[in-house]
């Protein structure tokens, strides 16, 4: 699957010119007015996911879809591996970190990719570490 393939794909795409959400942005200094509470791994809905923690450049728009930006050698190889274990949707059988507020998941340190790939390939659920916030 070649690069160019994957860019003609996300651009056919109907594009958002809306950022994606970041916590940062939806809760200002979320580290200091939230308690953490560890949930351990469980089946989350891609469609709960809606924006992330860390992501300073802008690689997808709010509805996951890559921009150019995003589509990179990770992007691809997660992409790959989806291809590869069909509906088995993991790469390496590790799952993504999310940081859950109410119902509202935010991707933590890792699983970006994977989660815009889920959502590209219309894979209902992934496996995550949830650390669930509440208010101090």
């Known amino acids: 699957m070649s690069k160019n393939y994957v860019e003609n794909m996300a651009t056919s795409m ?9 916590l940062e942005d939806k809760y200002p200094n979320w580290y200091n007015i ?3 509470e560890y949930l351990g791994v469980m089946r989350v809905p891609t469609g709960a996911i809606i ?33 590869d274990r069909g509906k088995m949707f993991s790469v390496k059988n590790s799952p993504i970190e999310l940081i859950q507020i109410g119902e509202e998941y935010y991707v933590s340190e890792d699983g970006n990719r994977r989660v815009c790939v889920a959502r590209l390939l219309g894979i209902d659920y992934v496996e995550a570490e949830i650390m669930r916030l509440k208010r101090n």
């Open 51 to 83: 924006g992330t923690s860390n992501l300073k450049d802008k690689f997808f728009d709010d509805r996951w879809v890559p921009t150019r930006k995003g589509i990179d050698g990770r992007f691809l190889r997660v992409l790959a591996g989806a291809y």
């Open 14 to 22: 109907t594009k958002s010119s809306e950022k994606i959400p970041t």
């Open 34 to 36: 939230f308690n953490q």
